[in-house]
């Protein structure tokens, strides 16, 4: 079955700390692509990052990284250097296949930055 | 550019009660799809199109219909309101770019079902 799975609902972590938010995936295809969102509390969808099946290095956006691990079929966001704006809801996401221009989405995780 | 636009944003319904909610995008995108947050739900698929006069079904798509008459619109009709539909949906676009699906959001429609 094709599915993202976010275990993490809430996490807090404190300004300038780095913060990890984690993300599984499933699909039996080679070729796939993941994805996170952001989500802030004024609800529309930001593109963060993007990770390619068989891109071999760890995608970095600014503050944001991506920790790629194939085999454990994991696709975890790093955010570093945490910002107060940081706050808001972080969903995964996969394109199962290349085939598809299908988005599945994890079930997402609150992320609170305090000072 | 508006990007993709949803309306209306707030909305409240009898059960019963058919309405439709709209999307448009000017993006010139062939990909739409509606989708609807429930809390620890995350973003359900209901229903997609990959361009004018083709969708299909999502992961939850009864009680809605969708059509896709031209390449900017793509409208989520309720056929007959239940509670269970009260959410929020979220119309979206796709801009494949080789592998990366950019997805584009609109700013999403809060319907209550009362």
């Known amino acids: 079955a094709q599915k993202i799975t976010q275990t993490q609902p809430g996490m807090f972590v404190q300004e300038k700390e780095a913060v990890t938010l984690d993300c599984t995936y499933d699909?039996?295809?080679?070729?796939?692509?993941l994805f996170w969102y952001k989500q802030p509390s004024s609800g529309e969808m930001i593109f963060l990052i993007y990770?390619?099946?068989?891109?071999?290095q760890n995608a970095t956006e600014g503050r944001y990284s991506l920790n790629f691990q194939k085999a454990r079929k994991s696709a975890n966001l790093v955010i570093s250097a945490s910002q107060l704006g940081d706050s808001a809801m972080y969903f995964c996401?996969?394109?199962?296949?290349?085939?598809?221009?299908?988005?599945?989405f994890g079930t997402g995780t609150r992320l609170q930055v305090f000072p | 550019n508006a990007g993709v636009t949803q309306t209306p944003k707030f909305q409240v319904l009898k059960t019963g009660q058919s309405m439709t909610l709209q999307c448009a995008q000017d993006?010139?995108?062939?990909?739409m799809s509606w989708y609807r947050q429930d809390p620890g739900m995350g973003l359900r698929l209901i229903h997609y199109?990959?361009?004018?006069?083709?969708?299909d079904q999502g992961e939850v798509p009864n009680g809605y219909n969708v059509s896709r008459s031209t390449t900017e619109d793509f409208p989520l009709r309720l056929l007959s309101a239940a509670p269970s539909q009260t959410s929020v949906y979220f119309c979206?676009?796709?801009?494949?770019?080789?592998?990366?699906?950019?997805?584009?959001f609109g700013q999403g429609t809060r319907l209550t079902v009362v």
């Open positions: 699909t039996s295809d080679q070729s796939y692509g």
């Open positions: 996401a996969m394109r199962p296949d290349y085939n598809t221009d299908k988005l599945i």
């Open positions: 990770q390619g099946s068989y891109d071999e």
């Open positions: 993006m010139n995108h062939e990909y």
């Open positions: 199109s990959v361009g004018a006069g083709i969708t």
């Open positions: 979206a676009t796709h801009q494949p770019r080789g592998p990366v699906i950019v997805a584009f």
